[in-house]
């Protein structure tokens, strides 16, 4: 029986360094302990929040229920042929100890996607993407526990539906199933993806046919180390909010008005604006309330430096909101989950 602790700090275990407590916690090491701690929840009434690396979580307020931190542990190839292996992954490992394992045994494609905070269970929550890359590319399927019926199921990527920072367990199976092991396929040969034009720059002394994997990895550690503030000294999730997408007709009328308007394109209806930019734009970089900030070399980014509570982080996004949509008539929407 895995070890439920009452009234528990989660300080610790969200990368905001919110300050809240947890009626239970409970630390499990296997499926056997999940199944233990989903029948405590369901014997004492509790609501649940299952936690990886807490790095993509605001906390409104302490949490009245069963915090479930997933810590389960393994690595699997589990088929294998000239090209590619299948590499299965239980959903507490760490993400970025994958990619390095990965990248350390000759199996490519998730070099763009290094040093992403977090567990391997919450990657495919909001189909983690970075620098031209997003999980769904290499991913092949998951196991997952319904929380209800106690049943192991199966999902491809179709029955994923993965988008933009985007998934149906963030819709219609929302807080329904717990994520127990990632299957990914990787590639055993090198095919780099430089499409991102920060990366191609940072690579551009090497000619494009010799850049390795390992060399892409390297690059993405280093833009990202140079842009965004590291959680364990500036505690903060990441982008805040996704850039917002919208039809190419309001996108039109936007950039008359805002000929310096940052976007890329999505397909021949919509187009994805930098929500850094508008915020930028709208004065916020750099800028903050009690104690919580806009990071000041990308405004996508909060940060809570004084360690303040949750609500003063929602506080500063709702402002930021308000603003964005005065300005340019467009809804930010907010990338983190929030709870309780
Ligand atoms: C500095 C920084 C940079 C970041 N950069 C990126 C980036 O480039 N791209 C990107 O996509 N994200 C980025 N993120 C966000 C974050 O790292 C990812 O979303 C990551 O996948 C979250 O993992 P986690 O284990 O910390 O999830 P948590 O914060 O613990 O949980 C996030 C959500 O997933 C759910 N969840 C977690 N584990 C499971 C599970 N096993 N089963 C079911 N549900 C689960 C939780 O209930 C919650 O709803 C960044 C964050 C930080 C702090």
Known sequence: ?????????????????????????????????????????????????????????????????????????????????????????????????????????????????????????????????AYGVELKDVFAELAALNIQSGLMVTFTKESCQFGYRESIFKQALKDQYVITSVTLKLNKTPAVSLQYPALRTALANIPPREISPGQVSAAVIAIRQSKLPDPQTIPNVGSFFKNPVIPKGQFEVLRMQFPQLVSYPVDNLYIKLAAGWLIDQAGWRGRGIDGVRVHQDQALVLTNPDKREGKVILQLADRIIASVQEMFGVTLEMEPRVYP
């Open 1 to 129: 029986m895995p070890l439920f602790l009452p009234h528990f700090n989660i300080q610790k275990f969200n990368t905001l360094a919110v300050p809240a407590v947890a009626d239970y916690f409970v630390s499990v090491q296997n499926d056997e302990e999940l199944r233990e701690a989903l029948a405590f929840a369901k014997t004492e009434k509790l609501p649940l929040l299952i936690l990886g690396g807490g790095s993509n979580i605001v906390l409104r307020a302490d949490f009245p229920g069963l915090v479930i931190h997933v810590k389960t542990r393994g690595l699997d190839i589990v088929a294998e042929n000239d090209e590619h292996v299948w590499l299965k992954v239980e959903a507490g490992e760490n993400w970025h100890q994958l990619v390095e394992y990965t990248l350390d045994n000759g199996y490519y494609g998730l070099e763009n996607l290094s040093l992403i905070p977090g567990s391997v269970g919450a990657a495919p929550i909001q189909n983690i993407g």
